[in-house]
């Protein structure tokens, strides 16, 4: 049957996540530490000893054998040493045991403080043994307390402080509430070793795709440059080896519901993904995205970039308050200046994505839809369109009037078509100087059919 000082001992394990022997361990220290300030004085080399099978404590004095005394309370000399131990040597430890009555329950008491640190800074340790090697990994957690900007999370095995500075700005949070947090870094402090977690990190984002995208988690998608401004906006390029597939799309997914899963952990901040480009002026065009981008001048040495817009796009390519070009500059690494595109007369070019096409006029009305021009080098003749009937007609007309010249055919009066229209050709196209104002069709006539006598 276990003590009651065992079952302590078994319960802090279970409930730390601590080895059994470290627990041990603080015990044992923290009473050797409370015989000496009771029963001893600190000049005194004590070890207390636990039986885990009988819960029973002994507290052991040590003394170095030396050939000369210069500390009684730990040294003796080899002829002293030999009355307690026969055997002893110069160089040896020996111990003799001096536990005092009820040392257990007056130790424990005495005691207490010290076993809770001795085990919290155990705590610590194993926490930074479990956590070391997942740096950079996304935790869950929930959310313990809160007690002002400071948020208390239980991870899975440790408790741990997200403070203001790695909190993104404006969120809040509530007693219970899940959340995912980035593990930013674990390391050693003169207090212990410290867990610092983070949601304002720009890998968090990345972390975030991951868990939302399958293609990012199997590496089919690459995410190569994240830019952060933590509560308002990111950009983050993405990239795929593999043909036939769409590393943004992949991105977004159907409708966006894969980014807005993403959106959702974060609140309002905006995320733009745009594809990322060996070629630096493509990058530099995609990064910059919503604008469009005239031309752009690189100087390498420099590592800038002279980004020519039009007077309409410089808005969009700066962004509010400079975030967009900043944004920018970030996930490229070049610095960027946006400029005027002006054009050697001063006058500034306004190109579009897609060329605007003007209606033809005539004089200064437009021509409708149902007008076609046709363009030669000195002339410009508008002729309205026909209709079927009236090509027909005018075809007719002109196998009539070869028949006519040639006197090659003869037609019987029965053959004759006496409702067939005859068109004249059309007129040749008036002189460059006049202004086409309106083109009417000549009148129709009735075509007359002759035969030979």
Request: charged share 35%; proline share 4%; net charge negative.
């Amino acid at each position: 049957m276990q003590s009651k000082y065992t079952s302590a001992i078994m319960q802090i394990c279970d409930e730390k996540n601590i080895d059994k022997e470290v627990v041990i361990e603080a015990v044992q220290d923290a009473l050797a530490a409370a015989y000496r300030k009771d029963y001893g004085n600190r000049n005194q080399k004590v070890r207390a000893e636990f039986d885990d099978a009988t819960g029973l404590f002994k507290v052991y004095r040590q003394f170095e054998v030396v050939e000369e005394v210069e500390n009684p309370e730990a040294e003796k000399t080899v002829e002293q040493a030999q009355k307690i131990n026969a055997q002893a040597d110069l160089g040896d430890i020996i111990e003799i045991e001096v536990t005092p009555k009820d040392f257990g329950r007056i130790a424990a008491q005495t005691a207490r403080q010290v076993i809770i640190q001795r085990i919290r800074e155990a705590e610590r340790e194993q926490m930074y043994k479990v956590y070391k090697d997942r740096e950079g990994e996304l935790l869950f957690g929930q959310v313990q307390r809160v007690e002002g900007g400071t948020v208390f999370v239980d991870l899975e095995k440790a408790s741990v402080v997200l403070d203001r500075q790695y909190q993104i700005p404006g969120e809040k949070f509530y007693n219970g509430q899940r959340i995912k947090l980035y593990l930013e870094k674990v390391e050693r402090t003169e207090k212990g070793p410290q867990i610092i977690i983070s949601r304002r990190h720009p890998q968090f984002i990345a972390k975030l795709l991951e868990l939302e995208v399958p293609e990012v988690a199997e590496g089919t998608v690459e995410v190569k440059d994240i830019a952060r401004e933590a509560g308002v906006r990111t950009k983050i390029s993405v990239y795929s080896k593999e043909e036939g597939i769409d590393p943004v799309g992949s991105c977004v997914g159907q409708k966006g519901v894969r980014i807005q899963s993403v959106t959702d952990e974060i609140g309002s901040e905006r995320i733009d993904i745009v594809e990322w480009d060996t070629d630096p002026v493509k990058y530099l065009i995609n990064a910059l995205s919503p604008a469009r981008i005239i031309s752009i001048e690189l100087h390498e040495a420099e590592k800038l970039a002279k980004v020519f817009v039009t007077e309409d796009q410089r808005s969009l390519a700066i962004g509010k308050n400079g975030q967009n070009v900043r944004l920018a500059s970030i996930l490229t690494g070049w610095e960027i200046d946006i400029e005027d595109f002006i054009v050697e007369g001063g006058e500034e070019v306004v190109e579009s994505e897609e060329a605007d096409i003007a209606a033809p006029l005539v004089g200064d009305e437009p021509v409708p839809e149902a007008v076609v021009e046709t363009a030669t080098e000195e002339t410009s003749v508008v002729e309205p369109k026909k209709s079927d009937a009236e090509i027909l007609a005018e075809k007719l007309a002109e196998t009539k009037q070869v028949e006519v010249q040639e006197e090659a055919v003869v037609q019987s009066p029965e053959e004759t078509l006496p409702e067939e229209k005859e068109r004249e050709v059309p007129a040749k196209p008036a002189p460059a100087e006049e202004v086409v104002a309106e083109v009417k069709p000549k009148a129709k006539k009735k075509a007359v059919s002759k035969s030979k006598k």
